[in-house]
């Protein structure tokens, strides 16, 4: 079992910036890769970016391409995702998840080959 608990959502203008955290617990953290995704009402879970389990790959969505930057801290057994330059069409509910393929290069962008997900944390970018 992982769990994994967002923060660090919140209203913020647009052009501003966020970092979300992820803190997972249950297994060992370094091992495997992770992944965001968001959702916005009404539409379908998207992919935002993902990371290895050592970090040496990285995978992002083409809207947040060059504005989001994802990171892991396998001490504090979190991953960040920097959010700069949002955008009003940014505002979505983001998910962290956990891809349990064991020292893999893998940053999936499929929401099927993650087995653990976050509750979410809000986020909304006003215009």
């Known amino acids: 079992q992982v769990q994994l608990v967002e923060s660090g959502g919140g209203l913020v203008q647009a052009g501003g910036s966020l970092r979300l955290s992820c803190a997972a617990s249950?297994?060992?953290?370094?091992?495997?890769?992770m992944g965001w995704f968001r959702q916005a009402p009404g539409t379908e879970r998207e992919f935002v970016a993902a990371?290895?389990?050592?970090?040496?790959?990285?995978a992002y969505g083409d809207s947040v391409k060059g504005r989001f930057t994802i990171s892991r801290d396998n001490a504090k057994n979190t991953v960040y995702l920097q959010m700069n330059s949002l955008k009003p069409e940014d505002t979505a509910v983001y998910y962290c998840?956990?891809?349990?393929?064991?020292?893999?290069?893998?940053?999936?962008?499929?929401?099927?080959?993650?087995?653990?997900w976050g509750q979410g944390t809000q986020v909304t970018v006003s215009s």
């Open positions: 998840a956990a891809d349990l393929v064991y020292y893999s290069h893998r940053a999936s962008e499929a929401a099927r080959d993650y087995d653990y």
């Open positions: 249950g297994r060992t953290f370094s091992s495997y890769a």
């Open positions: 990371i290895s389990f050592s970090g040496g790959t990285t």
